[in-house]
């Protein structure tokens, strides 16, 4: 009896390995656009497909840039009541977005913005990154599957899901600039793995 109940438990531990390894995945890239002393950071899309949900922080170098605005809301139905920008002054930011088609979810072209974040750098952009601290890092597709985020920092968009470039975004000025010691992705996903977050819910954090 015990040996069968291993048995279970073997199988069960290596569908769940199995699973993991095959997660969806969906990939976000963040663009800097200078603009005087304005930095507009386009979040855009690529292999964003049926996504329902999403939930995370936006995390700077307040030595760097100073949150100023949102400058667009590219998905359906997000607006400012999706976002925390309370803690900005601690360089976070905290989104939480769903969708109600959630038979469909929401499908966005390569290079599509979801997101444009307007900072005050008068010494050019800082990275911004993706983290799990203070709000998790959640995204789900409309098969209710976990999607496993990866994102990158470029100075266009680099995407050709749908098989097309488009116009890459170009700075209007040109910053000559010392760029502060950042935490790379590596150490990021270290540091969030070593770290948990001390919520994964958007509105119970608000409510604290």
């Given at each position: 009896?015990?040996?069968?109940?291993?048995?279970?438990?073997?199988?069960?531990?290596?569908?769940?390995?199995?699973?993991?390894?095959?997660?969806?995945?969906?990939?976000?890239?963040?663009?800097?656009?200078?603009?005087?002393?304005?930095?507009?950071?386009?979040?855009?899309?690529?292999e964003f497909?049926?996504?329902?949900?999403?939930?995370?922080?936006?995390?700077?170098?307040?030595?760097?840039?100073?949150?100023?605005r949102i400058?667009?809301?590219?998905?359906?139905?997000?607006?400012?009541?999706?976002?925390?920008?309370?803690?900005?002054?601690?360089?976070?930011?905290?989104?939480?977005?769903?969708?109600?088609?959630?038979?469909?979810?929401?499908?966005?072209?390569?290079?599509?913005?979801?997101?444009?974040?307007?900072?005050?750098?008068?010494?050019?952009?800082?990275?911004?990154?993706?983290?799990?601290?203070?709000?998790?890092?959640?995204?789900?597709?409309?098969?209710?599957?976990?999607?496993?985020?990866?994102?990158?920092?470029?100075?266009?968009?680099?995407?050709?899901?749908?098989?097309?470039?488009?116009?890459?975004?170009?700075?209007?000025?040109?910053?000559?600039?010392?760029?502060?010691?950042?935490?790379?992705?590596?150490?990021?996903?270290?540091?969030?793995?070593?770290?948990?977050?001390?919520?994964?819910?958007?509105?119970?954090?608000?409510?604290?």
């Amino acid at each position: 009896m015990r040996i069968s109940w291993l048995l279970v438990f073997v199988v069960l531990l290596s569908k769940s390995a199995f699973s993991m390894a095959d997660k969806p995945v969906v990939h976000l890239e963040l663009v800097p656009e200078v603009k005087g002393e304005e930095v507009h950071y386009h979040v855009l899309a690529g292999e964003f497909v049926r996504v329902v949900s999403l939930q995370g922080t936006f995390s700077w170098s307040l030595d760097s840039m100073s949150f100023t605005r949102i400058a667009k809301y590219g998905l359906p139905g997000m607006n400012s009541s999706n976002f925390n920008t309370e803690v900005a002054e601690q360089g976070n930011i905290l989104i939480s977005w769903f969708t109600m088609d959630v038979r469909n979810g929401v499908t966005m072209e390569a290079c599509d913005t979801l997101i444009t974040f307007v900072f005050e750098a008068q010494h050019g952009p800082s990275d911004l990154r993706i983290v799990s601290d203070p709000l998790f890092i959640e995204f789900h597709n409309s098969s209710l599957e976990e999607l496993e985020l990866k994102y990158d920092i470029r100075k266009s968009c680099s995407y050709a899901r749908t098989g097309f470039l488009r116009e890459p975004l170009k700075p209007t000025y040109d910053f000559h600039y010392e760029k502060k010691e950042l935490a790379g992705p590596a150490e990021m996903a270290s540091e969030v793995q070593d770290n948990p977050p001390h919520s994964r819910h958007f509105y119970k954090y608000n409510r604290q």
